[in-house]
């Protein structure tokens, strides 16, 4: 839990203290961050049982990550987005991420207290192939709703 309590510091902290968004784009984003990120680990991780946080039950130690951890991820991902950029530009923002978001899970990894998440049948090559495909429907969201 202590692992997770200084990301959700640290990543709010950053997301808000770099923040060019506005607060109507910032609500869309954290909602559909909530609601996206619910309903995936709905199937993968509480129905096929690929991953979990904390314990193999739901409970409420899990709500943090659902609710304050990944959509400040989610701003300054976006924040930062090299939206006039090269397309070459645009391919190595993508890769930095996937690289940075592949290393903070394993860092989760780690044993309690600093660690919080668990695999069953996941492995770090799935969420390597799974993050570009999320980050994507998080921009292609963004351009379409929010921008």
């Known amino acids: 839990m202590v692992g997770l309590l200084i ?35 709905n199937f993968i991780d509480v129905k096929y049982h690929a991953y979990w946080y904390f314990n193999k039950e739901i409970s409420w130690a899990d709500l943090p990550t659902h609710t304050v951890l990944i ?12 939206f006039q950029g090269a397309l070459r530009k ?10 940075a978001l592949t290393m903070y899970e394993l860092l989760t990894l780690l044993p ?20 570009p495909i999320l980050l994507s429907i998080l921009l292609l969201y963004y351009k379409k709703f929010i921008k």
Do not use: C, R
């Open 7 to 41: 990301a959700i510091i640290v990543f709010n902290f950053v997301a808000f203290k770099t923040n060019k968004l506005s607060a109507k784009q910032i609500a869309h984003i954290w909602a559909f961050t909530i609601a996206f990120q619910m309903s995936f680990d």
């Open 71 to 82: 959509p400040p991820v989610n701003m300054m991902f976006l924040n930062w987005y090299p």
């Open 90 to 99: 645009q391919v190595q923002y993508f890769v930095f991420w996937v690289i």
């Open 112 to 131: 309690e207290p600093w660690g919080y998440f668990n695999y069953g049948w996941w492995n770090i090559w799935y969420s390597a192939v799974i993050d």
